[in-house]
Nanobody
């Protein structure tokens, strides 16, 4: 499985962005998909995850109510809709796939990673 993240950019606080994670390979449909982010000087942190059947989602407390994760199996693509962006959301965002348990938020549980897309939120 290969993942390609896109959709990042520079926005003002309060605005929105939608990130996309396009995947190759049929196995993607059976994997939990997640978004992580890493700000300069900080560790990579979990943002959100969605189960293979899209029924279950999980969010970090810092983004709950502002971000929405989704996936489209017909397009083999996952999305992260980010609303009410804050300067603290500035980071490189990565999509990942493979974890078997959606509640497992460790980056090491994900075997496939995209290349990252930069999100910068100005105040």
């Amino acid at each position: 499985v290969q993942l390609q993240a896109s959709g990042g950019g520079l926005v003002q606080a309060g605005n929105s962005l939608r990130l996309s994670c396009a995947a190759s390979g049929r196995a993607f449909k059976s994997y939990t998909v997640a978004w992580f982010r890493q700000a300069p000087g900080k560790e990579r942190e979990f943002v959100a995850a969605i189960s293979s059947n899209s029924i279950i989602t999980s969010y970090a407390d810092s983004v709950k109510g502002r971000f929405t994760i989704s996936r489209d199996s017909t397009k083999n693509t996952a999305y992260l809709q980010m609303n009410s962006l804050e300067p603290e959301d500035t980071a490189v965002y990565y999509c990942a796939a493979q974890a078997r348990n959606i509640e497992d938020r460790r980056a090491t549980s994900y075997g496939y990673w995209g290349q990252g897309t930069q999100v910068t939120v100005s105040s």
